[in-house]
């Protein structure tokens, strides 16, 4: 079992559509966009209580397309017809602690749905807070690495 305790679950394009320069990369190239985002929040999986779930709209043609990452991180592609909201919903109701689950989205009537399955929601601004933090932790732990590292290369 992981060190995480709860559940994220990343309604992507809505992060994507947020953040300012997210959107602006996927005007020039969705796949950059994408992979800029899933970038972004490996940190805050690696080091936060939050295991984590970036969903997409429509990539994958028939069922969706699972991409397993790092650290248990996962990708999943809608089917096509399918939207992502959709997605999201399923992953929520199929999960035995909803209480433990969270979905990061600006789309009003998703949070009210997700919440009606006793998840909770946050918007996509408090995930930029949320990924400073974790940004940080990484970044202390790194500092914290290299000095054990340079303390027993000089004994």
């Known amino acids: 079992m992981s060190?995480?305790?709860?559940?994220?679950?990343?309604d992507a394009y809505s992060v994507i559509y947020a953040?300012?320069?997210?959107?602006?990369?996927?005007?020039?190239?969705?796949?950059?966009a994408q992979d800029e985002l899933i970038r972004r929040l490996i940190p805050l999986h690696d080091f936060s209580e939050y295991r984590?779930?970036?969903?997409?709209?429509?990539?994958?043609?028939?069922?969706?397309?699972?991409?397993?990452?790092?650290?248990?991180?996962?990708?999943i592609y809608s089917r096509q017809n399918q939207s992502?909201?959709?997605?999201?919903?399923?992953?929520v109701a199929s999960f035995a602690h909803p209480e433990k689950i969270f979905v990061v989205t600006d789309d009003n009537q998703e949070r009210s749905t997700i919440e009606s399955f006793g998840a909770s929601s946050?918007?996509?601004?408090?995930l930029k807070g949320m990924l400073e933090y974790a940004?940080?932790?990484f970044r202390e732990t790194l500092s914290k690495v290299k000095s054990t590292v340079k303390k027993n290369l000089r004994q």
């Open 122 to 126: 946050f918007s996509t601004e408090s």
């Open 52 to 75: 984590v779930t970036i969903v997409f709209d429509g990539q994958s043609p028939s069922k969706p397309e699972i991409n397993k990452l790092p650290g248990d991180l996962h990708i």
């Open 84 to 91: 992502a909201d959709a997605v999201i919903e399923q992953l």
């Open 3 to 10: 060190h995480h305790l709860y559940h994220l679950i990343i």
């Open 19 to 32: 953040w300012e320069d997210l959107r602006k990369l996927h005007l020039g190239n969705l796949r950059k």
């Open 135 to 137: 940004n940080n932790e």
